[in-house]
């Protein structure tokens, strides 16, 4: 039995070598054929190969990319330099888009700033020397003024100037006697230096003006501005000009120095109107007088009085008054309906001011599409037979700079200006005349 056993054990063993040893050498000798590949170590390790080629494509991208920038930003920095030599008509082209900038600035009338004039017109504007007033030329104001409330009115604008003044100043009132009598002893008490006043009678410059029917509530004194170029004297060749229910807040040589911006046949300085009055549409059969677009406001006006002379300001002004009588029948808004209708026949008259010269608070007001920022007034204009009644949202800021002045002591004004030569008062020994000029005030010209 035992034998039996160990002879079956050998015969599977041979029977197993058989079959196993030609199957090994069989796999050994294909194994040739093959490349095992390795086990991989991470879930990333099988797409490697095909990420590292990505990473290399976009690596490229982003040089070919970084090259086309510096190519794009080598070229817009030599666009924006200027051409080494430039020809005439470069030259023309570039100063007729100036002009154009400065035409839609001016027609638009929103101010609305200077500095926003010296932006669009470039780095070039650094080097041209803007226009300033010597601080000892004297500054010529003008301002028609009458009755009490008239007196009450124009003694705060006064105060208002003489706080913000740098330069000697020049007023010419045409009054009626008791305005006068209210303003020499005014400043007969305030005693400021280098301030001259001059006094024309009003009842003399009446009959220039009766012949016009006027609805306004300022009477037949808001038609005076119209003869300033006779009433003022002959040699006065600028005048500022101001309501009485003007209020400033800054310097009025800054004012001044507009003039030196005239152009061509400009003689009028004006803001324009801050209300829809001459666009016809405040309500029902609403029917102004004729004006260039929204018209302009007379509240503030810059005269050119020698150029006016020369072109017969006031045969113009009377044959266009006569003119739009025939239809319109009367004034609506004094003088300014008649400076209007002048413009609107000749718009080369008018040099347009910055909206902020004369921010109007009129009823129906637009202005404060103009204020946007309080520090950019710098003249109030209370234009609305409210006065400081009217509805405004902003009426108590404005309010309290009117108050302010209202309530200022004129002693404290007695500011002397320091620099300037002292002057003698030529007005002094003035005597009426046919034009009703009245003495001026000699005790107020006391020497610097």
Known sequence: ????????????????????????????????????????????????????????????LELQLRDVEEHNHVLRREISLPPRVATHSSHHSNSRQGNQLHTHSTEEGTGDSEAKKGVASGNSSDCVPQP?????ETIHIAIVCAGYNASRDVVTLVKSVLFHRRNPLHFHFITDSIARKILADLFH?????????NFYDADELKSEVSWIPNKHYSGIYGLMKLVLTKTLPSDLQKVIVLDTDITFATDIAELWVVFHK???????????????WYLGNLWKNHRPWPALGRGFNTGVILLLLDRLRKLKWEQMWRLTAERELMSMLSTSLADQDIFNAV????PFLVHQ?????????????????????????????????????VKNKHVEFFRNLYLTFLEYDGNLLRRELFGCPSETDHNSENTSDARGHLPAVPAIFSGL
């Open 132 to 136: 300033v007033v010597n601080k000892c």
């Open 343 to 346: 413009i609107k026949q000749n």
């Open 353 to 389: 001011l910055p909206c902020f010269w004369n921010v109007q608070l009129s009823d129906h007001t637009r202005s404060e599409k103009c204020y946007k920022d309080v520090s950019d007034l710098k003249v109030i204009h209370w234009n609305s037979p409210k006065k400081l009644r």
């Open 189 to 197: 008490t305030w005693m400021v230096p280098a301030v001259h006043v």
């Open 1 to 60: 039995m035992l034998g039996m056993c160990r002879g079956r054990r050998k015969f599977v063993a041979a029977s197993l070598a058989l079959i196993f040893i030609p199957a090994l050498t069989w796999l050994y000798l294909s194994s040739a054929n093959f490349t095992v590949k390795p086990l991989p170590l991470s879930p990333l390790d099988p797409q490697s190969s095909v990420l590292i080629g990505a990473a290399a494509e976009h690596q490229d």
């Open 262 to 276: 005239f152009k061509g046949q400009q003689v009028l300085g004006l803001v324009e109107n801050q209300s829809d």
